[in-house]
């Protein structure tokens, strides 16, 4: 089974902090994704990455960037935490036909 | 600008009656569809996907159904079990699933025995 790591499931922080959210795949895809659930709104992309040193802006990039210096690791980065960040952090890896999710990280920014 | 939409944020529904989830896009370039369920502090898990070729997928007790030109496809869960109870997510690619995925809101299914 592919397995998707995210280093924390729960984290807290204060305003203004530089975060960094860590993802680790152990499969060798090439996609990853950074995703964001809150009430109501359903999962939104923030950024994503069909090969290392490549990334792509999603639908809510503003705020974050990413890293992906090597294959299994995708980094997002909040450069400057605002409470409007606290979310639950999603991270992907995509397959033949669809996406493994890790278990996500709880992100309160206070 | 939503282009997937669920309309129905909560649906409850009898143990061992069928569970009926509905989901709606805009966007027609969409050509993979998938349906993914949540469980509290866990990642979404995949559930089964159907392409625009095709009008219906059977994986068990779980059935996808596309309507292509009303945009339109469906989630048929029969029977309904205890352990259905998630929240599901209906999701589209323009691609083969493979990449970057448009989600809807996500439908809490209550199970009730």
């Known amino acids: 089974d592919v397995k998707v790591t995210q280093s924390s499931r729960y984290l807290v922080k204060r305003t203004g902090e530089k975060v960094f959210l860590e993802c680790v795949q152990d499969m060798d895809h090439e996609n990853m994704f950074w995703y964001r659930q809150d009430p109501g709104l359903g999962l939104r992309l923030i950024y994503f990455s069909y090969d290392v040193k490549m990334k792509e802006k999603g639908d809510i990039p503003e705020g974050y960037s990413v890293s992906r210096e090597k294959k299994e690791r995708f980094s997002l980065i909040l450069e400057s935490a605002s409470t409007n960040q606290t979310s639950m952090y999603l991270c992907?890896?995509?397959?033949?036909?669809?996406?493994?999710f890790g278990s996500g990280t709880r992100l309160t920014v206070v | 600008d939503q282009q997937v939409k669920q309309n129905s944020p909560s649906l409850s529904v009898q143990e061992g009656r069928i569970s009926i989830l509905n989901c709606d896009y805009t966007n027609s370039m969409f050509d993979y569809f998938l349906w993914y369920k949540k469980y509290p502090a866990e990642g979404p898990t995949f559930l089964i996907s159907?392409?625009?070729?095709?009008d219906k997928n059977e994986d068990g007790r779980f059935t996808v159904f596309l309507n292509k030109s009303a945009k339109h496809l469906s989630l048929h869960i029969v029977p309904s079990q205890p352990g259905d109870s998630a929240v599901y997510f209906c999701a589209a690619s323009e691609g083969d699933g493979n990449e970057k995925l448009t989600f809807g809101t996500g439908t809490r299914l209550t199970i009730i025995p």
């Open positions: 159907i392409s625009s070729i095709k």
């Open positions: 992907a890896s995509s397959w033949d036909r669809g996406y493994t």
